[in-house]
């Protein structure tokens, strides 16, 4: 009996040390997990790796009790931050993606999935180090070894992936959104931007066109788009339809998937 009441202490004594965090989305748990390891208890509002819908705004009150809300300062993260605030007006916020250099979209605003960049992913993992030792400054010396680790890590990542795609073939991809623009950015690659929508017969000579001339061999597209709008393309280029998951929680396999599937013909 004292050995199970001893367990059950150690249990929640370890369970209450934890810092309560909310983060929005899996891949920012996962890069404050980088950081912060098991110091902190991370609570996901959108478990599904998905966009997170604004219609369910309701249901997120019940994370407006952490003390600190971690994001990438996304349009409906905004959205959310004012919504906990009216609840929890000491709530602490936490943009993983400030300060950083984004890249500009033609409507004037700036570009905010820079995640995907293995570089850029260094300036947020900065940016967690930086915060979190301010909420725990007694565990500073954990944060230290965990965010060099992680910087090798990345560094290790970008390097693996850039002599993969400079040994390929790979010359441009189509893509239906700006969602992988910093990783292709990043590599050099031609992502040529297509409207979201079913291609029409009449546009399939001047894409094959195109396609000739600019060597384009794959199709990427998120996991939540409607598969049925890259397989009207498929057909007229000799190449493969690559899914992604900017959401996921395992950005390294994200990033892999994508490699694998551009990198190969």
Do not use: C
């Not at 031609?190 to 017969?201: D, F, G, K």
């Amino acid at each position: 009996m004292f050995k199970i009441f001893f367990i059950l202490l150690l249990f929640f004594s370890s369970a209450f040390s934890m810092t309560a965090v909310t983060v929005t989305y899996p891949i920012e748990a996962f890069f404050l997990k980088k950081i912060a390891d098991k110091t902190v208890y991370i609570r996901v509002i959108e478990q599904s790796a998905t966009k997170f819908n604004l219609d369910n705004l309701e249901e997120t009150k019940k994370f407006a009790t952490s003390h600190y809300y971690f994001n990438f300062g996304l349009d409906e993260e905004k959205t959310i931050e004012d919504y906990f605030k009216k609840r929890n007006p000491n709530l602490k916020v936490f943009n993983m993606s400030e300060s950083l250099l984004f890249l500009k979209l033609k409507n004037g605003k700036f570009n905010p999935y820079i995640w995907l960049d293995p570089i850029s992913a260094r300036d947020i993992a900065k940016n967690i180090y930086e915060a979190i030792i301010k909420i725990r400054p007694y565990d500073k010396d954990i944060y230290k070894v965990n965010y060099e680790n992680f910087l090798n890590e990345l560094d290790e990542t970008y390097l693996d992936i850039k002599k993969r795609l400079d040994e390929s073939e790979l010359y441009g991809i189509f893509s239906f959104n700006n969602e992988l623009d910093y990783f292709t950015n990043r590599f050099r690659i031609n992502n040529y931007h297509r409207e979201y929508r079913m291609l029409h017969i009449d546009e399939v000579s001047s894409l094959l066109k195109f396609v000739r001339k600019e060597n384009i061999k794959h199709i990427l597209i998120s996991n939540e788009a409607d598969f049925r709008v890259a397989q009207s393309f498929k057909g007229y280029i000799d190449g493969k339809i690559i899914e992604y998951n900017i959401y996921t929680r395992h950005w390294k396999v994200n990033l892999y998937t994508i490699l694998r599937g551009i990198e190969n013909f």
